[in-house]
């Protein structure tokens, strides 16, 4: 058993993890949010007082804290007895974050792969360079480290791992489609960090192609899905997170990512881009000021988590499976559908931080009653993705499967234990 909970950062997303933390805070214990700005971490607290969703009466403490400096954040770990830490912060804290925890023997979940300010689209497999480094480390120490486990990377990790395990004797492919079918009102916005955004787009496209990397440019493969609830959506084939992983751990020659766009976005981008606001690289003014434009841009955009009064519609995104089953060709989809308002009613968020703030939340709970506490560094499609599917379907995140049997509430076998279910292994090829 695990107790007592650090949240690092104080955006959308934290303020996600922050409610179902408190929703739940009868086996997390205590809740502790730290960030650089104390009056955010204190905004978030006063929240949940008013949405007046506190389990149990505990303490939900706010902390100034600079997750960058690693002794800072061991000491805030130790003197608030945390034994789980849930970095929302900015991607670029996830390996500061990640040694504090290796030094203080707490687990560690994140929802984003490690990124370096000057370093845009790195290598694949991305998560090789950074994270992966300290496997042996986690291992040795018998530190739990769970990365990406957010909704994507995060859920549709475990997707594909139900699917790999439950669904099929062979995957041939596996196609995850991410389509926000919101509106939120604004001229130009985006859902999550726009620093963090843009650099998600503005370079090379990996994916995973007959058991290869294969590169493409941004924008140059484009294919419409027709999904549950949101219908057709136009998608960009893009780089993403998951496939670091997944292309390494279960085997499948073929792994790619879909992100929906509209045409005003694009647009919008395009021109960012071509004028150089997209830039990670620092310039300098007419005045001798040295500015990095994508800093600048990220500046003056909206705050995500102010998109969230506003944003009407719904998300859909999931996993499109093919393969074999009993010698006969099978299509599995596995999905969830999030509505903004609802999101916004049941925490004052909107879609996007929530369907990344929940299995995170989720997560800290397999860990704190030991299903998915390791001891060690993993993946999520590393571990048995039942009691995960299963605990979330409880938690707003509701799981949907279509097969040639229709379309129904994927609800998995009751949770066992860790000690049941080992670690989970890629299929053989
Ligand atoms: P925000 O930009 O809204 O929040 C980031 C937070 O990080 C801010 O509150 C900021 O705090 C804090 N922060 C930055 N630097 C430091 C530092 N040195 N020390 C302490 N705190 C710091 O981002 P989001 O909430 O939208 O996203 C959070 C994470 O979730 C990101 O990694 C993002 O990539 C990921 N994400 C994952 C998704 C998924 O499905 N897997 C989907 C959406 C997001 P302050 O303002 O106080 O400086």
Redesign the pocket.
């Known amino acids: 058993m695990k107790r007592n909970v650090l949240i690092?950062?104080?955006?959308?997303?934290?303020h996600v993890v922050a409610h179902k933390c408190a929703q739940h805070n009868a086996a997390l214990g205590h809740i502790h949010i730290?960030?650089?700005?104390l009056s955010?971490c204190q905004a978030i607290i006063d929240s949940i007082h008013e949405k007046g969703r506190l389990q149990q009466a505990g303490q939900l403490t706010a902390h100034a804290?600079?997750?960058?400096d690693i002794e800072a954040t061991k000491f805030l770990i130790r003197a608030t007895h945390s034994q789980i830490v849930i970095n929302?912060?900015?991607?670029?804290?996830n390996m500061s974050v990640l040694t504090a925890c290796l030094e203080t023997g707490a687990a560690y979940l994140?929802?984003?792969i490690h990124e370096d300010p000057d370093k845009v689209c790195e290598t694949p497999p991305w998560y090789a360079n950074h994270e992966w480094k300290r496997r042996q480390a986690c291992k040795d120490a018998g530190v739990t480290a769970v990365l990406?486990v957010?909704?994507?990377?995060?859920v549709v990790n475990a997707y594909a791992r139900y699917a790999l395990d439950h669904c099929f004797d062979r995957v041939d492919s596996i196609d995850i489609i991410d389509i926000n079918a919101g509106q939120h009102g604004r001229y130009f916005a985006t859902n999550?960090?726009p620093e963090?955004n843009f650099r998600e787009f503005t370079s090379t496209v990996w994916s995973w192609e007959n058991g290869a990397w294969k590169a493409n440019a941004m924008f140059e493969h484009r294919k419409d899905w027709d999904m549950p609830v949101t219908g057709v959506s136009t998608t960009y084939l893009t780089g993403h997170d998951e496939l670091h992983s997944l292309s390494q751990n279960l085997g499948v020659p073929n792994i790619r990512f879909w992100m929906g766009f509209g045409e005003h976005y694009i647009n919008v981008f395009t021109v960012l881009k071509n004028l150089g606001l997209l830039s990670e690289r620092p310039v300098r003014t007419a005045r001798g000021l040295e500015v990095v434009p994508l800093e600048v841009v990220k500046a003056v955009l909206p705050?995500?988590?102010s998109l969230a009064p506003d944003y009407t519609g719904k998300t859909c995104i999931g996993d499109l499976v093919k393969g074999v089953k009993n010698g006969q060709p099978e299509e599995v989809l596995i999905y969830n559908v999030c509505d903004h308002e609802a999101c916004y009613q049941e925490v004052g968020s909107q879609a996007?931080?929530y369907?990344?703030g929940v299995p995170a939340v989720a997560a800290a709970l397999l860990i704190a009653n030991g299903t998915w506490d390791v001891g060690q560094m993993v993946n999520v499609e590393e571990l048995d993705p039942q009691p995960f599917i299963a605990l979330m379907n409880t938690m707003g995140i509701v799981s949907r499967i279509q097969d040639r049997e229709g379309d129904r509430l994927l609800d998995p076998a009751p949770q066992l234990s860790n000690a049941q279910r080992p670690l989970r292994r890629a299929q053989a090829r």
Request: glycine fraction near 18%.
């Open positions: 690092i950062g104080a955006g959308g997303v934290a730290a960030s650089r700005t955010k804290l600079d997750a960058m929302v912060g900015s991607p670029f804290l994140d929802t984003a990406g957010g909704f994507d990377p995060g999550f960090d963090i705050d995500p988590a996007i931080s369907t990344a």
